[in-house]
């Protein structure tokens, strides 16, 4: 059974940082491609990121571009998500979200229950 | 990465069937057969229900169809019952390797 558990989520000052992990099991992790999604309060769904299963390719959405940066470490079947540069818009449930293929050619196929990440003074 | 464009809500009885229209563009739905349909019940992660335009995985009913005509998807509920009800995403694979989610649409049985 595919698991994802994220956890890292806190309120966090504007201008600050945070790093998110995803510890995940029940499936080959070096094998899939790897994603965060995003869910401000009562609002959509917002793709983030993905990495490939290697760790090699990555791919942003332009509204983190340059400020949030992906990451696995394949050893410890752990995905991460440093954020930088926080905004008040930052303000999400963030869910990991397995890929149904290797790289980002494929969809978000299981997902975590989401961490909770606020931004404000 | 404009997100895809869905009706805010859509409503039936029990029994009917509903769609659910997402429009994008060349770049994204028209130019990939790499769409998907999530289902979210409040405070629930989102669950798959449909990918590659119009399969289903497995343990889900099949009653949620799909398809996709241009740069156009849909879902349909047959049968609608009341555990339908529940907010519904689609998503894309874009042109620059990237994902968009829909703008979501609530499904209410009368």
């Known amino acids: 059974e595919v698991q994802l558990v994220e956890s890292g989520g806190v309120l966090a000052q504007p201008g600050g940082s945070l790093r998110l992990s995803c510890a995940a099991s029940?499936?080959?992790?070096?094998?899939?491609?790897m994603s965060w999604v995003r869910q401000a309060p009562a609002k959509g769904l917002e793709w983030v990121s993905v990495?490939?299963?290697?760790?090699?390719?990555?791919y942003y959405a332009d509204s983190v571009k340059g400020r949030f940066f992906i990451s696995r470490d394949n050893s410890k079947n752990t995905l991460f998500l440093q954020m930088n540069s926080l905004r008040a818009e930052d303000t999400a449930l963030y869910y990991c979200?397995?890929?149904?293929?290797?790289?980002?050619?494929?969809?978000?196929?299981?997902w975590g229950q989401g961490t909770l990440v606020t931004v404000s003074s | 990465q404009s997100a895809l464009t869905q009706p805010a809500s859509v409503s039936g009885s029990p029994g009917q069937s509903i769609t659910i229209f997402c429009t994008g563009t060349s770049s994204d739905v028209g130019g990939y057969d790499y769409v998907s349909w999530y289902q979210q019940h409040p405070g629930k992660a989102p669950k798959l229900m449909i990918y590659?335009?119009?399969k289903r995985p497995s343990g889900v009913s099949n009653r949620f169809s799909g398809s996709k005509s241009g740069n156009t998807a849909s879902l349909t509920i047959s049968g609608l019952q009341a555990e339908d009800e529940a907010d519904f995403y689609c998503g894309s694979y874009t042109s620059g390797s990237t994902w968009v989610f829909g703008t979501g649409t609530k499904v209410t049985v009368l």
């Open positions: 029940g499936f080959s992790f070096d094998s899939y491609g």
């Open positions: 990495i490939s299963g290697s760790g090699g390719s990555t």
């Open positions: 979200a397995k890929y149904s293929h290797y790289d980002s050619r494929g969809y978000p196929d299981y």
């Open positions: 590659d335009v119009s």
